[in-house]
């Protein structure tokens, strides 16, 4: 994948949401179409990024790794888009995180010259193709995670067929709670482990990471207890392998940080060690934010912030009011397809009648109550004086932004007014 | 979109699943490549159809529509594919069934010359594109539904300010069922329609359609209970029509069906009317069935139809185990993104240990709990013989193909030993 492709692909047509008339368009050539959502330019359902928002949010974000002391390599996995990677580097991250070899390409692709692959690696495959990125990014950097002999033996056994040998990869030890997901659950376990990699040629020990964003609350005193807990384990692992001189780098990295709780976690990213340490947050979904499950964690963490309002939802999926079937149910054509629907229903945000150009609010008693593949039922009442009408524009906001991303190959970026001056693609 | 690009278009680099080194190749060259997915020569999460079962399906779909005296219209949206809708209409599908004009554009180019939108179209950008895909795929059809006297006066205040005006769009009247999505709620009510668009220049009525997938049970005499009530009033209302001459066409499109519980619907797809009655069933899941939801109502159908198992699950995603982080759970490399939940999680179905080529059935105790973005949790009796390892293989079914088909651009079409014998591409 070449940069300039990469960042300026065509875009359409028959992408969903693409103008039907319209040809195959570089995403440069896009914003000067002067297409607007509210104008009926773009056939709906069409999801859409508002720039002031996401603008809005890089800056934030970056601002307060900056002033926590860390830095900042986002979670690819959010948007998958190179658009949106090269504009979180543009900010000052430091590096991109992702899940897999595939994103990784994408990652080391769109610029990034730090890659951290948060994920074991062990398939003969994607161990290849690691080692070929990395001789072809060089020298980008590429981290991913151990937490088993296991992993290490399949490593070693693919590292010893190779000749000549690759260089060593770089590694993070994964700490786990138990009860999660991946991660080593005791101090004893992750140090023989640690032991285990520095005796290895494959391998070489670079930091210890966790993640504590699967057990975050929004109770403000539960995660602090949460994060506490947890970054002493990584900071006395990160302690015994460097009293054992386990770390085979110039600085340790450590790791943490999902997109709900990173405000605990940032300041808990340091250690006292015989080497340099850098704290490294991969919060991912603070890009767009969102209307639901992060909006609400960022109300708690506004309050231990004082800082106001840090993050604001840029991600909107617009649909149409295709029939009002009974009194008080509008059918809206957009669905699982096109919306998250793993934590809640998605969220009407803004409501344009039909031959208007200005949205408005949705009103606060509007509610999704269910989706099908193409379909979602909004709810409204029936003696409101705010009822939808059957061609009318609605905004939907949704809750966690990394699964309505999957589920669009471009998105439209737009002005507060919804003109489309720029576009962004993903690669799922 | 020409149709020789669409039914062979260049697949990856970079799409996930392909092979990391792998160039982009034509759809037509993979077969060649001799991949086989149990030698690991290609990167999971990886979905696959496994060709036989595809096969049997679309043989055993139109062996079924055959004898019961319907035509099969499939509807698109559940694999989105240029090549299974080739597969379908070369096995015999009268046309091709889909949600929007960007899916119908799809269907078209394919080589559909008839479509069927099942869905009230209405917006200005919407009919435009309608009426030039009529243009450009003459003669092919497509018909669309209408539910409401609003959508009608959107439609006709575009048709008026188009000079010169297109052909007349030809519609199909939707019967809904109360509490339900879409459709006319009462006999009167859909008459009037009727009645208003026998009088419009903009429409042409050429049918009747409802759809009773959203209230099967999987109870026989529930759902042959439902059946009944609701193809009562779709023919009624067919009658009602012809009574009044509303129809303008040459025979009357009755239009219904799921894939839940077709066999109950299409013996219904039937009416006594002046002109000839053409009964379209536009089940889409048959295609691949799945392991869940569709299995089981298959289950009850077979018993209907004393067929033995009619249609056998094709679609598969495959991940590898990265860590076994605690007894009796392991954590596979495949999520939200790669995987259908909105039913029920996936269902483990193949186990492939590493090293091993030829894969076993996965041992009836192993579950899969939750499901992260890029993580399945799968469960396994801890005093079990049959546990998995770090490194192995699992093939995971899904419950609803429609929700895993979204989440890739390719799959691998396989041979009974996982060998990759062709792929397609989605249009999503």
């Not at 808990?268 to 991912?284: C, D, M, Y």
């Not at 099908?372 to 009822?387: S, W």
């Amino acid at each position: 994948m070449e940069t300039d492709e990469l960042l300026d692909p065509p875009i359409g047509p028959g992408w969903k949401g693409w103008p039907h008339a319209a040809p195959a368009l570089h995403r440069s050539s896009v914003a000067a179409q002067g297409w607007n959502l509210l104008a009926d330019d773009l056939p709906l359902p069409l999801a859409v990024i508002r720039r002031d928002a996401l603008h809005g949010n890089l800056r934030w974000m970056q601002a307060f790794a900056r002033t926590q002391g860390v830095d900042l390599a986002p979670h690819g996995k959010t948007t998958m888009s190179p658009q949106l990677f090269a504009a979180q580097l543009q900010s000052g991250a430091w590096g991109m995180t992702v899940a897999n070899l595939t994103q990784a390409r994408v990652a080391l692709s769109a610029g990034a010259t730090r890659c951290l692959i948060a994920n074991q690696v062990l398939a003969a495959a994607d161990l290849a193709a690691l080692a070929a990125l990395r001789r072809r990014h060089a020298p980008a950097r590429t981290v991913f995670l151990v937490d088993s002999l296991a992993q290490l033996a399949l490593i070693e056994a693919w590292f010893d067929t190779h000749s000549p040998s690759p260089q060593p990869f770089e590694v993070l030890l994964e700490v786990g709670l138990d009860g999660g997901r991946t991660g080593c659950r005791s101090h004893e376990q992750a140090l023989q482990l640690a032991q285990r990699v520095r005796a290895s040629a494959a391998l070489q020990l670079v930091g210890i990471e966790c993640y504590e964003g699967l057990w975050a609350t929004g109770r403000s005193a539960d995660d602090a207890a949460l994060v506490e807990g947890l970054m002493q384990r990584v900071v006395a692992l990160a302690t015994a392998c460097d009293d054992a001189r386990l770390f085979e780098c110039d600085e340790v990295l450590l790791s943490a940080g999902g997109s709900s709780i990173f405000d605990l976690v940032a300041p808990r990213l340091k250690a006292a060690l015989s080497l340099p340490v850098r704290g490294v947050l991969r919060s991912g979904c603070y890009v767009t934010h969102d209307h639901g499950s992060y909006q609400r964690y960022m109300a708690a963490m506004n309050t231990r912030l004082a800082c106001g309002h840090g993050l604001h939802a840029a991600l909107e999926v617009w649909a149409l009011v295709q029939s009002i079937p009974e009194p008080g149910l509008a059918i809206v054509g957009a669905g699982k397809r096109d919306l998250s629907y793993d934590l809640e229903m998605p969220i009407p945000a803004r409501w344009c009648p039909c031959g208007q150009r200005v949205p408005l609010g949705a009103p606060a008693g509007w509610k999704v109550s269910a989706l099908n593949d193409q379909h979602a039922y909004l709810r409204f009442a029936v003696d409101g004086a705010q009822a939808p009408q059957v061609g009318d524009r609605i905004g939907l906001g949704v809750s966690h932004p990394c699964t309505t991303f999957d589920k669009w190959r471009w998105m439209a970026v737009v002005d507060e007014d919804y003109g489309v001056v720029d576009a962004i693609v993903t690669h799922f």
